[in-house]
């Protein structure tokens, strides 16, 4: 996995992402209220393990691999953990550079989950069905000191959202809906 690299124009778009972060910071400090945002996925299984999701204007679809039980029409969903894992360190890590200063060319990360599929199909006891461990590299393209880039992964690991999410625990609750409906079947 290469490093992306940016064109003559990076400038210009450090500047605008520079000035987008300084303002915002702004507005959150002067009201505090407006940082609170909420996000939203819509999926729906729609034929044997694979299942369609609406997040925004953009669809998503999310499958098991044939060896799992599926047709692998898509990624499986701990998979798009390592994704959303991968992807939020790269967009962290170009805001924080951008904001401190540090020089980025290009950020890539290679991620891998180990998984014990004992959990999910309950074979044994006290397998849990998720990751064990997720280990990986962030490749830098950067002309950074090793003090910069130091202080550069201590903030981006402070503040990446995804990070956070999936090393912190996280209240969830999640309601049962019953839909006694018939299913009309198509003609």
Do not use: W
Not at 10 to 26: C, D, H, K, V
Not at 59 to 79: C, F
Not at 117 to 131: C, N, S
């Amino acid at each position: 996995m290469g490093c992306t690299s940016y064109d003559s124009g990076e400038s210009t778009m450090s500047e605008a992402l520079r000035q987008l972060i300084g303002e915002t910071q702004s507005r959150f400090r002067a009201e505090p209220e407006s940082a609170v945002m909420d996000f939203e996925s819509d999926s729906r299984l729609q034929e044997g393990l694979r299942s369609e999701a609406a997040l925004r204007a953009h669809r998503l679809v999310v499958d098991e691999p044939a060896a799992l039980g599926g047709s692998d029409a898509g990624p499986n969903p701990v998979e798009l953990i390592l994704a959303a894992l991968g992807t939020c360190q790269e967009i962290t890590y170009r805001a924080y550079a951008t904001a401190l200063g540090i020089p980025l060319e290009g950020v890539a990360v290679k991620l891998t989950g180990t998984i014990d599929l004992k959990g999910f199909f309950a074979v044994g006891d006290g397998v849990r069905p998720g990751y064990q461990r997720i280990t990986g590299t962030v490749k830098l393209q950067s002309s950074a000191s090793e003090a910069e880039l130091e202080k550069l992964r201590a903030a981006v690991n402070a503040h990446c959202p995804v990070l956070d999410i999936i090393t912190n625990p996280v209240p969830v609750e999640i309601d049962l809906q019953l839909d006694r409906s018939p299913v009309i079947a198509a003609e």
